[in-house]
């Protein structure tokens, strides 16, 4: 049986491939309907279909390439309902690159860990 550790892990890895992939739609499933999602400039992102539309905004620049969050710690709540994964993410672009870190809070909802909220700081550019 996989741990919910694994489960978090093997989400944020599906989230990235589909990130490299370009395909903000398959992303649907992996977000809470009210999830919120703060960028690293900080700006707020509010639902599900808005962090859908801003990640095909971003996957229709020529420049994007892609994002990739490499998790360093997945901690869960006694009751194994929700999770906070830490980690480090990296933007990159034809010419550019920034990263930073980012925490994550995951709630499983009907079986399936979904995000409920995103917190992205921008440290370099």
């Known amino acids: ?3 919910s550790e694994d489960a ?3 989400r944020r890895r599906l989230t990235n491939k589909l990130i490299a ?3 903000a739609q398959r992303l649907r499933p992996f977000f809470a309907p009210d999830v919120k999602l703060i960028v690293g400039d900080g700006d707020l992102i509010l639902g599900a279909d808005a962090v859908i ?3 095909a905004g971003q996957f229709a620049e020529p420049g994007f390439v892609t994002y990739v969050r490499e998790t360093e710690v997945v901690e869960l709540d006694a009751a194994g309902a929700r999770a906070a994964e830490h980690g480090r993410w990296t933007g990159r672009w ?3 690159e920034m ?4 925490l994550a809070v995951w709630r499983k909802a009907t079986g399936q860990w979904v995000i409920e909220t995103e917190l992205y700081v921008t ?3």
């Open 1 to 3: 049986m996989t741990s």
């Open 8 to 10: 978090v892990r093997a």
């Open 21 to 23: 992939g370009h395909e």
């Open 53 to 55: 539309q801003a990640f």
């Open 94 to 96: 034809k010419d550019r």
């Open 99 to 102: 990263g930073g870190a980012y």
């Open 123 to 125: 440290l370099t550019v």
